[in-house]
């Protein structure tokens, strides 16, 4: 068994990988992965959303545009009473 130092893609952190054959394992969180030499171990997939991020950027968006359009009547109501008045 033979031991190397690389960046570890589910732990993000410098460690040791203990090297068993074609099977390298992280000494910190035990990620493992087979020695290919076609290129680096493969990245973990994440598991997929459930699409409520994206709802709650869309409702965030449309709040703040309301806010937006209710500033704006504000100022075109002062500008329009202030005209009203002779100002």
Do not use: H, I
């Not at 709802?55 to 500033?71: G, N, Q, R, T, Y």
């Amino acid at each position: 068994m033979t031991e190397a130092r690389a960046f570890c893609p589910q732990c993000k952190q410098d460690a040791v990988f203990f090297k068993t054959g074609a099977l390298n394992t992280c000494s910190t969180c035990g990620f493992q992965y087979q020695s290919s030499p076609t290129g680096p171990p493969p990245l973990p997939v994440s598991a997929p959303g459930n699409g409520w991020s994206f709802v709650s950027a869309l409702m965030k968006a449309l709040l703040v545009m309301a806010a937006l359009a209710v500033v704006g009547a504000a100022v075109l109501f002062a500008g329009c009473a202030m005209l009203m008045k002779g100002f």
